[in-house]
């Protein structure tokens, strides 16, 4: 397996405009998570799926983001309007669920002016 | 969640093991214990992790103490690569079922 796949792997854009983070999880995992790491905050989760169906998604900061995942092998983070306090590497990683080993993928690296 | 406790940084030189302790004196009987490192502008990486006996891979040995109160992973022999920042993570079961929540983390640096 190439393992978790995350599109584009940088992007910059302009405050206002919006942006979409996209994630192929490992082939078999029933679990995906998006995480957003800044220096500040460090690693945070944003929300979790199983099964395609959000689990938890406390960590989501505001109405300006959303998530799906309308099928096992692909989901979406969108910030629609972005903020320059958007910059941040999201990462998406998968798993089998409890006890099992979670593969993150490479990130996608955010920059918003 | 219950809340994991490591030192801000320790240091090591090349060749030599390192042991890097983590508190987590809530653990809940079935929480299992998670080894996670991020080096430079990469994501994070598994490591280890285990439930209440010592564990090992070709990567590092995880120590669990008795009381499952406390671990310490292990590198036993510290290279360069090894530099990066190691997380502990207490993996609860029930509404937080496979919900990873990561602190600030050990960074750890190698000498040569």
């Known amino acids: 397996d190439a393992g978790v796949i995350q599109s584009p792997r940088h992007e910059v854009t302009e405050m206002g405009q919006e942006v979409t983070l996209r994630c192929k999880p490992i082939s078999g995992h029933d679990y995906l998570f998006w995480y957003r790491q800044t220096m500040m905050r460090g690693l945070e989760l944003l929300i979790y799926f199983n099964n395609n169906v959000p689990i938890d998604d406390s960590g989501m900061p505001e109405d300006r983001f959303s998530a799906k995942m309308p099928n096992a092998s692909f989901s979406t983070l969108k910030i629609q309007p972005s903020e320059p306090r958007d910059s941040a590497v999201y990462f998406c990683?998968?798993?089998f669920g409890f006890g099992s080993t979670t593969y993150f993928g490479p990130g996608t690296r955010l920059l918003v002016l | 969640d219950a809340k994991t406790t490591q030192p801000n940084s320790m240091e090591s030189n090349e060749e030599e093991p390192v042991h890097l302790p983590c508190n987590h004196s809530t653990i809940s009987g079935t929480d299992y214990i998670h080894w996670y490192r991020q080096l430079p502008s990469q994501g994070p990486e598994y490591v280890i992790h285990g439930l209440t006996s010592n564990v090992n891979n070709r990567m590092a040995s995880l120590a669990i103490a008795e009381d499952r109160k406390s671990s310490t992973l292990i590198l036993h022999r510290a290279t360069l690569r090894d530099a990066a920042v190691y997380y502990c993570?207490?993996?609860?079961?029930?509404?937080?079922?496979?919900?990873?929540?990561f602190g600030q983390g050990t960074i750890l640096t190698v000498h040569p």
């Open positions: 993570i207490l993996e609860a079961g029930g509404t937080s079922y496979g919900k990873l929540t």
């Open positions: 990683a998968s798993s």
